[in-house]
């Protein structure tokens, strides 16, 4: 079964991870260091990744065949996405043990969500 | 690389055969299933434009030991024991058949100390012969966390401290059901497919079929083994009927039967009766008897649906699960009607895993279409279709939900 842990932040959580004294800081990148050695090696690593700040995202549209691109995230917009893993384990009670592991590393996290992933996959019906 | 069919199944044939001899004669599993892997790329290699050797296994092995002792050589920390090594006796010929090989390395692949998802990639490397990327893009996984299962795989069975050699009789049981289980889980995994072509996916379906057949020849007379391979055989002669070609699916009701693979629904059926006749009945052989039922009906109203019901209850008394309650309660409804069928739904959903499951929604969407209420059936499509995980499902159940009169 594949699942995504999806890491949600927002500014006032930033800040608060802003503010961490250096040394907490880098204990939470170790963390999650020791977390991907940990998927790697048991096979259920399929990707991962943080996403830069939400400043440099580029809003995409296509409008009449042209793209258009728009700078940064809705001005509305209070929690926005600052990375992702997408693994493959046995359940979701797995996934979510793995979720809470990414919740202890990242200080400046607000929210953790685990999803599973659609398949092509079909059963006869 | 593109090789033929042909010399592709030769060498898979030869997998279990060239890794037997060389695990007998080395002992080190992991190091000999590297040391075959290398020797299968090589003849992948040499043989199209070489030609097959005579002696295809004398080939395989000779080069795949030559493989372990170069790579045995380079490893500094095993060098002080080499001249051991060297000392020992050349093994004589292989006194113990390959059928009985087969059997020791599935129960070495399958050992319990591993995950199923372990389990399955060292059985198609080691037994079938498929490398770690054609393995990887069956699972539609990256090759590198194949190759982890892989490595993770050999760590627990040296780590376990099995051995090369059959289990002790208690643990044998045990172990050939996990072996089972690893070869339906591996079929399923290729049946369930509906994206991907031969190009790109290696057939699991077909691979299961034919390390399932090596397992019948060596143990010809276990009624769950003859089960299993009398299952694979009836349902995958469905395949073909069983999605359009852009993938959408087509519910058993309302496949083209004469699309039908004929020859493998008469090999699985004779399996099934042969064992059903012999041996001590098992839940593979119960399915490959529904699915016997299934094959034989010229229609889904014309099938003996009495005789899935009373072979679900049993099934369900011997090995129960959500899915079975759940295809026990559709045999019911054929066979009492509707209304009978939505009463033994309410009740099923006392367990938790069958509440508010895609699948349950699915059943009494279809239930209560039959009964008329096509409202309610309509809901519970569009219930069904948001909680499943599977996009050609949930078109179909979309597609159902959208089809009812208002």
């Known amino acids: 079964m594949q699942y995504v842990i999806l890491i949600y932040s927002n500014p006032a959580s930033r800040q608060t991870f802003d ?25 259920e690593m399929l990707a991962t990744a943080l996403l830069a700040d939400p400043s440099l995202a580029k809003q995409v549209h296509v409008s009449h065949g042209q793209t258009v691109t728009g700078d940064g995230p809705f001005a509305e917009a209070k929690e926005h996405l600052a990375g992702f893993y997408l693994i493959d384990c046995d359940d979701i009670d797995t996934a979510i043990a793995y979720g809470a592991q990414v919740h202890e590393a990242a200080a400046g996290v607000d929210l953790i969500e685990v999803r599973p992933v659609m398949t092509f996959n079909a059963d006869e019906m | ?21 060389l695990v007998r004669r080395y002992g080190d599993f992991a190091g000999c299933e590297d040391a075959v892997q290398q020797a299968l790329l090589a003849a992948a290699e040499q043989w199209p434009a070489a030609g097959v050797p005579a002696n295809p296994t004398g080939w395989l092995v000779r080069v795949a030991a030559r493989r372990w002792v170069e790579q045995w050589r380079s490893d500094a920390a095993r060098r002080r024991r080499e001249e051991l090594a060297a000392s020992r006796q ?45 393995i990887a893009r069956a699972f539609l996984v990256p090759e590198a966390t194949m190759a982890q299962r892989i490595s993770r795989a050999k760590q627990a069975i040296k780590a376990s401290g099995a051995q090369f050699s059959t289990p002790p009789p208690e643990e044998l049981p045990d172990r050939l059901a996990a072996v089972l289980h690893v070869l339906y889980l591996t079929f399923n995994e290729g049946y369930t497919a509906t994206s991907g072509t031969a190009l790109t996916r290696v057939d699991l379906t077909a691979e299961a079929i034919r390390l399932t057949r090596q397992l019948h020849d060596a143990l010809p007379d276990n009624g769950e083994v003859t089960g299993l391979l009398a299952l694979q055989l009836l ?30 629904i008469t090999e699985g059926t004779a399996l099934i009766g042969g064992a059903l006749a012999a041996a001590p009945v098992g839940p593979y052989q119960l399915q490959a008897a529904i699915a016997a039922l299934h094959d034989e009906a010229a229609s889904y109203q014309a099938t003996d649906w009495p005789q899935i019901l009373t072979l679900y209850q049993l099934l369900e008394s011997l090995a129960p699960g959500p899915m079975i309650t759940l295809n026990r309660i559709i045999a019911h409804a054929m066979v009492h009607g509707p209304a009978a069928g939505l009463h033994e739904l309410a009740a099923a959903e006392a367990d938790p895993a069958l509440a508010d499951h895609h699948r349950t929604h699915a059943v009494r969407a279809h239930l209560l279409d039959e009964t008329g209420d096509t409202d309610a059936a309509r809901a519970e499509y569009q219930l069904a279709a948001q909680r499943t995980l599977s996009i050609p499902e949930q078109l179909y159940l979309q597609a159902r939900a959208a089809a009812l009169p208002h």
């Open chain 1, 19 to 43: 503010a961490l004294p250096p040394a907490r800081r880098k204990a939470g990148l170790n963390a999650f260091r020791a977390l991907n050695e940990q998927l790697t090696r048991s096979g």
């Open chain 2, 1 to 21: 690389m593109i090789i033929g069919r042909e010399l592709e199944q030769t060498l898979r044939e030869q997998t279990p055969r060239v890794l037997a001899v």
């Open chain 2, 90 to 134: 050349p093994p004589g010929p292989n006194p113990v058949p390959d059928t009985e090989d087969t059997l020791t390395l599935l129960m070495l692949c399958c050992h319990p100390a591993l995950t199923p998802a372990s389990q399955i990639a060292i059985t198609l490397r080691a037994v079938g012969g498929l490398s770690t990327g054609e």
């Open chain 2, 235 to 264: 349902t995958d002669a469905r395949r073909p009927a069983r999605a359009r070609p852009d993938g959408a699916l087509i519910p058993l009701a309302e496949q083209d039967r004469a699309r039908w693979d004929t020859q493998a």
